[in-house]
């Protein structure tokens, strides 16, 4: 299991960090998830041990990324996360 820096950003992309973890980050792709009038493809998973500051509004800075938690399956020692890219970077051509 590879060991990702994670950075907690709370519920604001643009917050500093409020605490950092490590995990086991994903690749991950087939899915969707519907909220009101917008779908998400997902593009990681993420496990990590439990965290408390972690919640469904929240946001994750993984390689200077920013990621939007979408969906959260919790275990009693340790939390999957699905997550969405926020900033996709541009292409020059």
């Known amino acids: ?11 604001d992309p643009n917050n500093t960090s409020l605490k950092t973890v490590y995990g086991d980050l994903q690749e991950y792709s087939g899915m969707t998830i519907k909220i009101g009038d917008y779908t998400f493809n997902i593009t990681k998973r993420l496990f990590i041990d439990f965290e408390p500051l972690i919640n469904m509004e929240g946001y994750l800075k993984i390689e200077n990324l920013i990621y939007k938690i ?19 970077q541009s292409v020059v051509v």
Do not use: P, T, V, W
Request: a negative charge; hydrophobic letters at 40%; one cysteine or more.
């Open 1 to 11: 299991m590879d060991k990702a820096k994670i950075l907690i950003l709370g519920n």
């Open 70 to 88: 979408l969906d959260i399956k919790s275990d009693s020692d340790y939390q999957e996360l699905l997550l969405y890219l926020c900033n996709r």
